[in-house]
Protein backbone atom coordinates (compact mmCIF):
# COMPACT_ATOMS: atom_id res chain seq x y z
CA UNK A 1 0.00 0.00 0.00
CA UNK A 2 1.17 3.68 -0.71
CA UNK A 3 1.79 5.39 2.32
CA UNK A 4 -0.65 8.38 3.26
CA UNK A 5 -0.58 11.72 2.60
CA UNK A 6 0.38 14.08 5.23
CA UNK A 7 -2.50 14.77 7.42
CA UNK A 8 -4.72 11.62 5.96
CA UNK A 9 -5.47 9.11 8.48
CA UNK A 10 -6.17 5.74 7.77
CA UNK A 11 -8.11 4.08 10.64
CA UNK A 12 -7.33 0.07 9.91
CA UNK A 13 -3.37 1.08 9.44
CA UNK A 14 -3.50 2.77 12.98
CA UNK A 15 -4.92 -0.18 14.22
CA UNK A 16 -2.45 -2.52 12.74
CA UNK A 17 0.39 0.36 13.54
CA UNK A 18 -0.61 -0.54 16.98
CA UNK A 19 -0.75 -3.93 17.26
CA UNK A 20 2.44 -4.23 15.43
CA UNK A 21 3.69 -1.47 18.55
CA UNK A 22 2.19 -3.55 21.14
CA UNK A 23 3.58 -6.83 19.59
CA UNK A 24 6.84 -5.21 19.29
CA UNK A 25 7.08 -3.93 22.86
CA UNK A 26 5.98 -7.32 23.87
CA UNK A 27 8.48 -8.67 21.88
CA UNK A 28 11.20 -6.14 23.29
CA UNK A 29 9.93 -7.02 27.17
CA UNK A 30 10.66 -10.59 26.34
CA UNK A 31 14.15 -9.98 24.59
CA UNK A 32 14.92 -7.90 27.31
CA UNK A 33 13.64 -10.37 30.11
CA UNK A 34 15.50 -12.86 27.86
CA UNK A 35 18.46 -10.84 28.18
CA UNK A 36 18.29 -10.12 31.46
CA UNK A 37 18.19 -13.88 32.07
CA UNK A 38 21.25 -14.07 29.85
CA UNK A 39 23.13 -11.45 31.63
CA UNK A 40 21.93 -13.36 34.89
CA UNK A 41 23.52 -16.53 33.61
CA UNK A 42 26.36 -15.00 31.81
CA UNK A 43 27.48 -13.40 35.61
CA UNK A 44 26.69 -16.82 37.03
CA UNK A 45 29.13 -18.44 34.28
CA UNK A 46 31.58 -16.11 34.64
CA UNK A 47 31.61 -16.33 38.64
CA UNK A 48 32.19 -20.20 37.84
CA UNK A 49 34.40 -19.02 35.45
CA UNK A 50 36.18 -17.03 38.36
CA UNK A 51 36.03 -19.75 40.36
CA UNK A 52 37.73 -22.36 37.85
CA UNK A 53 40.31 -20.13 37.20
CA UNK A 54 40.92 -19.51 40.76
CA UNK A 55 41.04 -23.14 41.36
CA UNK A 56 43.38 -23.31 38.14
CA UNK A 57 45.19 -20.39 39.99
CA UNK A 58 45.37 -23.17 42.77
CA UNK A 59 46.17 -26.14 41.18
CA UNK A 60 49.29 -24.42 39.29
CA UNK A 61 50.52 -23.15 42.56
CA UNK A 62 50.43 -27.12 43.93
CA UNK A 63 52.07 -28.02 40.66
CA UNK A 64 54.64 -25.38 41.17
CA UNK A 65 55.27 -26.11 44.75
CA UNK A 66 55.46 -30.56 43.68
CA UNK A 67 57.58 -29.55 41.22
CA UNK A 68 59.98 -28.03 42.79
CA UNK A 69 59.53 -30.37 45.64
CA UNK A 70 60.28 -32.84 43.09
CA UNK A 71 63.41 -31.05 42.20
CA UNK A 72 64.42 -31.11 45.71
CA UNK A 73 64.09 -34.85 46.09
CA UNK A 74 65.58 -35.30 42.76
CA UNK A 75 68.36 -33.19 43.55
CA UNK A 76 68.75 -35.22 47.15
CA UNK A 77 68.23 -38.58 45.70
CA UNK A 78 70.99 -37.64 43.13
CA UNK A 79 73.44 -36.59 46.10
CA UNK A 80 72.16 -39.44 47.62
CA UNK A 81 72.69 -41.68 45.27
CA UNK A 82 76.39 -40.25 44.85
CA UNK A 83 77.37 -41.16 48.27
CA UNK A 84 75.96 -44.52 48.37
CA UNK A 85 78.14 -45.50 44.98
CA UNK A 86 81.14 -43.56 46.44
CA UNK A 87 80.44 -45.57 49.89
CA UNK A 88 79.69 -48.67 47.91
CA UNK A 89 83.06 -48.60 45.81
CA UNK A 90 84.88 -47.80 49.03
CA UNK A 91 82.96 -50.76 50.82
CA UNK A 92 83.63 -52.77 47.57
CA UNK A 93 87.48 -52.41 47.90
CA UNK A 94 87.25 -52.77 52.10
CA UNK A 95 85.42 -55.99 51.34
CA UNK A 96 87.68 -57.74 49.18
CA UNK A 97 90.51 -56.86 51.39
CA UNK A 98 88.28 -58.40 54.30
CA UNK A 99 87.59 -61.75 51.77
CA UNK A 100 91.08 -62.26 51.47
CA UNK A 101 91.92 -61.88 54.89
CA UNK A 102 89.04 -64.22 55.19
CA UNK A 103 90.48 -66.62 52.54
CA UNK A 104 94.06 -66.69 53.96
CA UNK A 105 92.66 -67.34 57.81
CA UNK A 106 90.49 -70.57 56.60
CA UNK A 107 93.38 -71.52 54.90
CA UNK A 108 95.96 -71.49 58.03
CA UNK A 109 93.03 -72.90 60.00
CA UNK A 110 92.57 -75.67 57.38
CA UNK A 111 96.12 -76.49 57.97
CA UNK A 112 96.13 -76.69 61.49
CA UNK A 113 92.62 -78.88 61.71
CA UNK A 114 94.99 -81.29 59.12
CA UNK A 115 97.70 -81.12 61.39
CA UNK A 116 95.35 -81.52 64.68
CA UNK A 117 94.23 -84.64 63.13
CA UNK A 118 97.31 -86.21 62.75
CA UNK A 119 98.18 -85.52 66.13
CA UNK A 120 94.73 -86.91 67.12
CA UNK A 121 95.13 -89.92 64.81
CA UNK A 122 98.84 -90.35 66.81
CA UNK A 123 96.85 -90.13 70.59
CA UNK A 124 94.66 -93.02 69.47
CA UNK A 125 96.79 -95.04 68.62
CA UNK A 126 98.86 -94.59 71.64
CA UNK A 127 95.62 -94.88 73.87
CA UNK A 128 95.17 -98.01 71.77
CA UNK A 129 98.72 -99.09 72.99
CA UNK A 130 97.90 -98.12 76.36
CA UNK A 131 94.40 -99.58 76.97
CA UNK A 132 96.09 -103.00 75.67
CA UNK A 133 98.82 -102.70 78.60
CA UNK A 134 96.14 -101.69 80.94
CA UNK A 135 94.44 -104.61 80.79
CA UNK A 136 97.02 -107.15 80.28
CA UNK A 137 98.30 -105.60 83.67
CA UNK A 138 94.64 -105.88 85.02
CA UNK A 139 94.56 -109.23 84.33
CA UNK A 140 97.84 -109.97 86.04
CA UNK A 141 96.43 -107.69 89.23
CA UNK A 142 93.21 -110.01 89.40
CA UNK A 143 95.14 -113.30 89.29
CA UNK A 144 97.70 -111.82 92.25
CA UNK A 145 94.43 -110.35 94.29
CA UNK A 146 93.21 -114.50 93.88
CA UNK A 147 95.69 -116.28 95.03
CA UNK A 148 95.90 -113.81 97.90
CA UNK A 149 91.90 -114.16 98.47
CA UNK A 150 92.36 -118.14 98.62
CA UNK A 151 95.47 -118.22 101.08
CA UNK A 152 93.36 -115.47 103.26
CA UNK A 153 90.71 -117.82 103.39
CA UNK A 154 93.14 -120.73 104.19
CA UNK A 155 94.50 -118.80 107.08
CA UNK A 156 91.08 -117.67 107.97
CA UNK A 157 89.91 -121.32 107.94
CA UNK A 158 92.79 -122.04 110.05
CA UNK A 159 92.45 -119.17 112.63
CA UNK A 160 88.60 -120.59 113.21
CA UNK A 161 89.58 -122.94 115.85
CA UNK A 162 91.85 -121.25 117.46
CA UNK A 163 89.34 -118.28 117.51
CA UNK A 164 86.26 -120.47 118.90
CA UNK A 165 89.11 -121.84 121.24
CA UNK A 166 89.88 -117.96 123.01
CA UNK A 167 86.13 -117.15 122.45
CA UNK A 168 85.40 -120.23 125.22
CA UNK A 169 87.72 -119.15 127.36
CA UNK A 170 86.58 -115.62 127.24
CA UNK A 171 82.96 -116.90 128.34
CA UNK A 172 85.28 -118.31 131.17
CA UNK A 173 87.05 -115.30 132.38
CA UNK A 174 83.73 -113.58 131.94
CA UNK A 175 82.21 -115.81 134.30
CA UNK A 176 84.53 -116.24 136.76
CA UNK A 177 85.20 -111.89 136.39
CA UNK A 178 81.08 -112.10 137.24
CA UNK A 179 81.46 -114.07 140.14
CA UNK A 180 84.29 -112.54 142.17
CA UNK A 181 82.21 -108.88 140.99
CA UNK A 182 79.63 -110.75 142.69
CA UNK A 183 81.48 -111.82 145.44
CA UNK A 184 83.29 -108.23 146.10
CA UNK A 185 80.09 -106.24 146.03
CA UNK A 186 78.72 -108.51 148.47
CA UNK A 187 82.16 -108.02 150.79
CA UNK A 188 82.13 -103.74 149.73
CA UNK A 189 78.25 -104.15 150.81
CA UNK A 190 79.21 -105.70 154.18
CA UNK A 191 82.61 -103.40 154.63
CA UNK A 192 80.41 -100.23 153.66
CA UNK A 193 77.74 -101.16 156.16
CA UNK A 194 79.99 -101.99 158.98
CA UNK A 195 81.79 -98.65 158.53
CA UNK A 196 78.55 -96.67 158.59
CA UNK A 197 77.31 -98.55 161.33
CA UNK A 198 80.90 -97.72 163.48
CA UNK A 199 80.92 -94.05 161.64
CA UNK A 200 77.54 -93.50 162.76
CA UNK A 201 78.63 -94.43 166.74
CA UNK A 202 77.95 -91.07 168.49
CA UNK A 203 81.21 -90.70 170.93
CA UNK A 204 83.46 -88.21 172.86
CA UNK A 205 85.26 -86.82 170.20
CA UNK A 206 87.01 -83.93 171.99
CA UNK A 207 88.85 -85.98 175.17
CA UNK A 208 92.61 -84.84 175.45
CA UNK A 209 92.38 -83.10 171.84
CA UNK A 210 94.75 -80.36 172.04
CA UNK A 211 93.49 -76.76 172.97
CA UNK A 212 94.90 -73.09 172.11
CA UNK A 213 93.80 -69.23 172.75
CA UNK A 214 95.08 -66.13 171.91
CA UNK A 215 95.10 -64.69 174.97
CA UNK A 216 96.32 -67.13 177.15
CA UNK A 217 97.02 -66.60 181.23
CA UNK A 218 100.07 -68.08 182.00
CA UNK A 219 98.34 -69.81 185.59
CA UNK A 220 95.54 -71.69 183.45
CA UNK A 221 96.99 -74.32 181.00
CA UNK A 222 94.82 -74.54 177.63
CA UNK A 223 94.50 -78.39 177.68
CA UNK A 224 92.74 -78.85 180.79
CA UNK A 225 89.07 -77.98 179.42
CA UNK A 226 89.85 -81.14 177.74
CA UNK A 227 91.34 -83.36 180.75
CA UNK A 228 87.50 -84.90 181.43
CA UNK A 229 86.79 -83.08 185.08
CA UNK A 230 84.04 -81.06 185.08
CA UNK A 231 83.44 -81.74 188.68
CA UNK A 232 85.80 -80.19 190.88
CA UNK A 233 87.13 -76.90 190.93
CA UNK A 234 89.47 -75.73 193.11
CA UNK A 235 91.81 -72.60 192.96
CA UNK A 236 93.35 -73.71 196.22
CA UNK A 237 97.22 -74.39 195.96
CA UNK A 238 97.60 -73.63 192.78
CA UNK A 239 95.24 -76.52 191.86
CA UNK A 240 92.86 -74.46 189.08
CA UNK A 241 90.79 -77.34 186.39
CA UNK A 242 89.45 -74.56 184.50
CA UNK A 243 91.04 -72.23 181.38
CA UNK A 244 91.11 -68.29 181.65
CA UNK A 245 92.78 -65.62 179.71
CA UNK A 246 94.74 -63.07 180.04
CA UNK A 247 92.22 -60.01 180.01
CA UNK A 248 89.22 -58.35 179.35
CA UNK A 249 89.68 -57.85 176.08
CA UNK A 250 87.32 -58.03 172.72
CA UNK A 251 87.91 -61.32 170.67
CA UNK A 252 89.09 -63.55 172.94
CA UNK A 253 88.96 -66.88 171.12
CA UNK A 254 89.99 -70.84 172.51
CA UNK A 255 89.97 -73.53 170.15
CA UNK A 256 89.62 -77.48 170.34
CA UNK A 257 91.86 -79.55 167.30
CA UNK A 258 89.75 -82.32 166.99
CA UNK A 259 92.58 -83.84 165.02
CA UNK A 260 90.19 -85.00 161.92
CA UNK A 261 86.82 -84.39 159.93
CA UNK A 262 84.48 -85.56 162.20
CA UNK A 263 80.37 -85.19 162.08
CA UNK A 264 79.38 -83.00 165.48
CA UNK A 265 75.98 -83.94 167.08
CA UNK A 266 76.53 -81.70 170.42
CA UNK A 267 78.53 -79.53 172.52
CA UNK A 268 78.70 -79.04 176.33
CA UNK A 269 80.45 -76.29 178.01
CA UNK A 270 81.29 -75.96 181.70
CA UNK A 271 81.37 -72.44 183.04
CA UNK A 272 83.58 -71.58 185.70
CA UNK A 273 81.90 -73.24 189.16
CA UNK A 274 82.90 -70.65 191.59
CA UNK A 275 81.64 -66.97 189.65
CA UNK A 276 81.44 -65.01 186.95
CA UNK A 277 79.07 -66.47 184.64
CA UNK A 278 77.84 -63.59 182.90
CA UNK A 279 81.44 -63.40 181.60
CA UNK A 280 80.49 -66.02 178.70
CA UNK A 281 77.72 -64.73 177.69
CA UNK A 282 77.61 -63.28 174.05
CA UNK A 283 80.48 -65.92 172.99
CA UNK A 284 79.62 -67.52 169.72
CA UNK A 285 80.36 -71.25 169.37
CA UNK A 286 81.48 -72.35 165.93
CA UNK A 287 82.00 -75.90 164.04
CA UNK A 288 85.54 -74.58 162.19
CA UNK A 289 83.09 -71.73 160.31
CA UNK A 290 79.81 -72.59 160.57
CA UNK A 291 77.94 -71.30 163.90
CA UNK A 292 76.85 -73.43 166.00
CA UNK A 293 75.04 -71.45 168.79
CA UNK A 294 75.48 -68.28 171.22
CA UNK A 295 75.41 -67.91 174.92
CA UNK A 296 72.89 -65.84 176.19
CA UNK A 297 72.52 -66.22 179.81
CA UNK A 298 74.48 -66.88 182.65
CA UNK A 299 74.28 -71.01 183.72
CA UNK A 300 76.80 -73.13 185.30
CA UNK A 301 75.93 -75.47 181.75
CA UNK A 302 75.37 -74.78 178.19
CA UNK A 303 74.27 -77.20 175.47
CA UNK A 304 74.42 -77.15 172.32
CA UNK A 305 72.73 -79.55 170.18
CA UNK A 306 72.90 -79.73 166.61
CA UNK A 307 69.51 -81.28 164.48
CA UNK A 308 69.94 -84.68 162.72
CA UNK A 309 68.32 -82.65 159.30
CA UNK A 310 71.27 -79.69 159.18
CA UNK A 311 74.60 -82.01 160.10
CA UNK A 312 77.61 -80.32 160.68
CA UNK A 313 80.99 -80.87 159.86
CA UNK A 314 84.14 -79.66 161.13
CA UNK A 315 88.09 -80.04 162.27
CA UNK A 316 87.97 -77.69 165.07
CA UNK A 317 85.33 -75.71 167.66
CA UNK A 318 86.18 -72.59 168.65
CA UNK A 319 84.65 -70.26 171.16
CA UNK A 320 84.71 -66.43 170.14
CA UNK A 321 84.02 -63.78 172.86
CA UNK A 322 83.30 -60.84 171.17
CA UNK A 323 82.58 -58.53 174.06
CA UNK A 324 85.48 -57.32 176.19
CA UNK A 325 84.81 -60.42 178.81
CA UNK A 326 87.15 -62.98 179.64
CA UNK A 327 86.61 -66.67 178.29
CA UNK A 328 87.03 -69.31 181.65
CA UNK A 329 85.24 -72.75 181.24
CA UNK A 330 85.54 -75.63 183.44
CA UNK A 331 85.09 -78.30 180.88
CA UNK A 332 84.38 -78.58 176.78
CA UNK A 333 83.18 -81.70 175.59
CA UNK A 334 82.77 -82.21 171.67
CA UNK A 335 80.25 -85.26 171.08
CA UNK A 336 80.20 -86.33 166.92
CA UNK A 337 81.19 -89.41 164.51
CA UNK A 338 83.94 -90.02 162.30
CA UNK A 339 86.08 -88.86 161.13
CA UNK A 340 85.42 -88.60 157.55
CA UNK A 341 87.50 -87.64 154.77
CA UNK A 342 86.31 -83.81 153.56
CA UNK A 343 85.12 -86.02 150.02
CA UNK A 344 83.77 -88.91 151.63
CA UNK A 345 80.47 -90.24 150.07
CA UNK A 346 79.09 -90.80 153.79
CA UNK A 347 79.62 -87.33 154.42
Request: aromatic fraction near 8%; charged fraction near 25%; charge should be negative.
Amino acid sequence: EWPLRPGAQNPSMSTNILEIFQQLKEESADIRDEAYQVREEGYAAMSKGYAAMNKAYEVRDAAYEIKDSTYEARSGLEALLVEAFALLKSQTSATGLYIHDIKNTLAAVASKMDGLEAKIDGIESKLEGTTNKLEEETLKITAKLDEKMAQLEEKVSAMGGEIREVKRSLDETKVDISERVETSITLSTSVRDRQQVWMSEVRLISLYKTVDQNNGHPNYPNPIVTDGNFVTDNNGDNRNTHSHTLSKSRNNKLWINLGGYFKIHRVYIWNHRLCCHEQLVGTHIYADEELIGTVVQNSNYHDFLIPEKDPTYGSTVTLHQLLPRNIHVLEIQVWGSGPFNRDDIFV
